[in-house]
């Protein structure tokens, strides 16, 4: 998932590090910052496990992620540079980033960039509202980013107030899965796109 995001996505220039939003994405950093020459730094870290987008509303992921999410203290910019691009395992609501930006920010560090390995999740396509109605709490009227701003990348950066933010294209995800004998028509793609993929159905508007 690192090399496909690089290849969508490479660094913007005067990038001085890759880093993760943990904990999930710290594979796709690795590998995104050893192929793109850049090193990788922890500059955050979690106190424990809490996902904070399984919590129902939207002041409860905020305060679970504020009380759990830290700029590593050994860091400093003098040190490793300031501006960093940041890897995030999905962007759906826009909770994470905005707390690991403003945190790092206290410490002297700026978020010019940030990358999700999944596609835009929500927002409507084709005339489509996305959403999962298949057991994960995203339901197609959540409060998505992709619905607040529009299913532009553009304009998410300027919501976050970064250079830039990039997802997976969904073509780039399912090369991925491809590689390990995973089909599109073993996928569920119904929160990311309303665009037919091989065997992968059309929704339908409701």
Same mark, same amino acid.
Do not use: W
């Given at each position: 998932l690192g090399l496909e995001l690089l290849?969508?996505? +490479? +660094?913007?220039?005067g990038i001085d590090f890759v880093t993760h939003i943990p904990k999930s994405p710290i594979d796709a950093a690795h590998a995104y910052a050893d192929a793109s020459g850049l090193p990788r730094m922890e500059l955050f870290?979690?106190?424990?496990?809490?996902?904070? *987008?399984?919590? +129902?509303e939207t002041d409860m992921r905020i305060s679970a992620i504020n009380e759990n999410l830290f700029v590593n203290h050994e860091m400093e910019p003098e040190r490793s540079g300031s501006n960093f691009l940041a890897i995030d395992d999905s962007i759906i609501r826009l909770t994470n980033g905005p707390v690991a930006k403003r945190?790092?920010?206290?410490?002297? *560090?700026?978020?010019?960039?940030?990358?999700?390995?999944?596609?835009?999740?929500g927002g409507n396509e084709i005339g489509i509202d996305l959403g999962c109605e298949h057991g994960i709490d995203m339901p197609r009227n959540d409060n998505f980013v992709a619905s607040r701003v529009g299913r532009d990348p553009s304009a998410i950066a300027r919501e976050l107030g970064v250079d830039y933010v990039g997802f997976l294209s969904v073509g780039g995800l399912l090369n991925v899965f491809e590689r390990?004998?995973?089909? +599109?028509?073993?996928?569920?793609?119904?929160?990311v796109t309303a665009k037919s993929y091989s065997s992968t159905p059309v929704l339908s508007a409701p």
């Open positions: 290849k969508e996505h +490479p +660094p913007l220039d870290y979690k106190i424990n496990d809490d996902r904070s *987008f399984m919590h +129902p945190k790092a920010e206290e410490r002297g *560090f700026r978020m010019r960039q940030l990358l999700s390995y999944t596609p835009i999740i390990y004998g995973v089909g +599109p028509g073993s996928l569920c793609l119904e929160c």
